[in-house]
T-cell receptor, first 107, second 120 residues
Framework: DIQMTQSPSSLSASVGDRVTITCRAS??????LNWYQQKPGKAPKILIH???SLQSEVPSRFSGGGSGTDFTLTISSLQPEDFATYYCQQSYSTPFAFGPGTKVDIK | EVQLVESGGGLVQPGGSLRLSCAASGFSFSSYWMSWVRQAPGKGLEWVANINQDGSEIYYVDSVKGRFTISRDNAKNSLYLQMNSLRAEDAAVYYCAGQRNNYGPHFDYWGQGTLATVSS
């Protein structure tokens, strides 16, 4: 099975900061990598699929990159509504493992 | 408007059973792969199982194989998860998710979740 890791596990940032989260797969997953945002008590929401394809209605300050085993999620200018937990997920093969999450909170 | 509404969660003793349901509306349910994803209290997300459009392809995470059964009824726009031989570690919020497969599988639609508690 493919294992996913994320770093950092948490970060504190200010509104307007540029934030980058890293996700790594235990083997190549080509570009079969998705990013989700989850706020407390809510269901996850998809932000990006296929490593870099932004979902419709997701603000352009979110971007994704990478291929193979190493991926990034970048928020170019953090907004108050972006404080949440972010998960990467591989969809190259089942089981579709998620990363452990990165919690972004207010500095 | 797309809606996925889960139900069937509750308190069950270890070794017991629960049947979760997910009612879908606002999209072409029969055209979508569907998944169950769970989240233990205070923990991360774990994909549990998925099923293709006509039920002929099904996959499970190893930890639930032989105990959980995913199924669907396209005539009722509904997805199900039969959970048997429940363990304490199965306690979680269970989400159903609509899986789109363009440029790789990804979960576009999510329900609000239903909580399964396994405790004596």
């Amino acid at each position: 099975d493919i294992q996913m890791t994320q770093s950092p596990s948490s970060l504190s940032a200010s509104v307007g900061d540029r934030v980058t989260i890293t996700c790594r797969a235990s083997q190549s997953i080509r570009n079969y990598l998705n990013w989700y945002q989850q706020k407390p008590g809510k269901a996850p929401k998809i932000l990006i699929h296929a490593a870099s394809s932004l979902q419709s209605e997701v603000p352009s300050r979110f971007s994704g990159g990478g291929s193979g085993t190493d991926f990034t999620l970048t928020i170019s200018s953090l907004q108050p509504e972006d404080f949440a937990t972010y998960y990467c997920q591989q969809s190259y093969s089942t089981p579709f493992a998620f990363g452990p999450g990165t919690k972004v909170d207010i500095k | 408007e797309v809606q996925l509404v889960e139900s069937g969660g509750g308190l069950v003793q270890p070794g017991g059973s629960l049947r979760l349901s997910c009612a879908a509306s606002g999209f072409s349910f029969s055209s979508y792969w569907m998944s169950w994803v769970r989240q233990a209290p205070g923990k991360g997300l774990e994909w549990v199982a998925n099923i293709n459009q006509d039920g002929s392809e099904i996959y499970y995470v190893d930890s639930v194989k032989g105990r959980f059964t995913i199924s669907r009824d396209n005539a009722k726009n509904s997805l199900y998860l039969q959970m048997n031989s429940l363990r304490a570690e199965d306690a979680a919020v269970y989400y159903c998710a609509g899986q789109r497969n363009n440029y790789g599988p990804h979960f576009d639609y999510w329900g609000q979740g239903t909580l399964a508690t396994v405790s004596s």
